[in-house]
């Protein structure tokens, strides 16, 4: 089946350093999503990216999408404690496929 | 809040046994996906019913069964139980399109989860 990675697998940053998260895959993707998991919580979906070169931003997030939609990118700028969970990038097809997921701690 | 519900919050229960979870999607979607998520790891899709059929189906046991009912709330059953069973199983719904009438594209709204742990 269609693998989705997520690198690093950790990080571990200052409150206020940057933070990104990066999504491969070995095919082209139809569409992105990506979604956040605070411990103990349930994922929640953040945004999706359907374009070639998509850019989207919300607040301190910004979210990328390849060229060749084979990869996309979450970036946090100036994290904050409230940062803190797995970032999980999802690929839908007729199922929702989650990557690996990147656990992020902020320390204050 | 999401408008998914999931029951029960909690299970325990003893190795071999069998057991039901439970899942409400929220208000208006036909499609209901089951997750399993073990200990510090990702989400493993289960299986996704639409409108009472089976859409699509992951890496799923053979002890592993679900169904949608007509009132779209949906089942999980998990039998002959392994201690590896123990997870958080999650279930989310969407409003995902009929078949072959446009793009799965739609968030995945997720219920709270219910923990299992299989002593």
């Known amino acids: 089946g269609q693998q989705v990675m997520q690198i690093p697998q950790y990080q571990h940053v200052q409150e206020g350093e940057d933070f990104t998260t990066y999504c491969n895959s070995s095919t082209t993707l139809s569409n992105i999503q990506w979604y956040k998991q605070r411990p103990g919580g349930h994922p929640v979906f953040l945004i999706q990216l359907v374009k070639s070169g998509e850019v989207k931003k919300q607040k301190r997030l910004t979210f990328q999408f390849g060229e060749a939609k084979k990869n996309s990118s979450l970036h946090i700028t100036a994290t904050q404690t409230t940062d803190v969970g797995t970032y999980f990038c999802a690929h839908h097809t007729d199922k929702l496929i989650f990557g690996t997921g990147t656990r992020l701690q902020v320390f204050p | 809040d999401s408008g998914v519900t999931q029951t029960p919050k909690h299970l325990i229960t003893a190795t071999g046994q069998r057991v039901t979870l439970r899942c409400s999607p929220r208000?208006?979607?036909?499609?209901v996906y089951w997750y399993q998520q073990s200990l510090d790891q990702g989400l493993q899709f289960l299986i996704q019913?639409?409108?009472?059929?089976?859409?699509a189906k992951g890496n799923i046991l053979e002890r592993f069964s679900a169904q949608q009912f007509p009132d779209l709330h949906s089942e999980l059953n998990l039998s002959s139980l392994e201690l590896g069973d123990s997870a958080l199983y999650f279930c989310?719904?969407?409003?995902?399109?009929?078949?072959?009438?446009?793009?799965?594209?739609?968030?995945?709204?997720f219920g709270n989860g219910t923990r299992l742990t299989v002593t």
């Open positions: 989310a719904s969407s409003v995902d399109p009929p078949r072959g009438q446009g793009l799965y594209n739609s968030p995945l709204h």
């Open positions: 208000s208006g979607d036909l499609s």
């Open positions: 019913y639409y409108n009472g059929e089976e859409r």
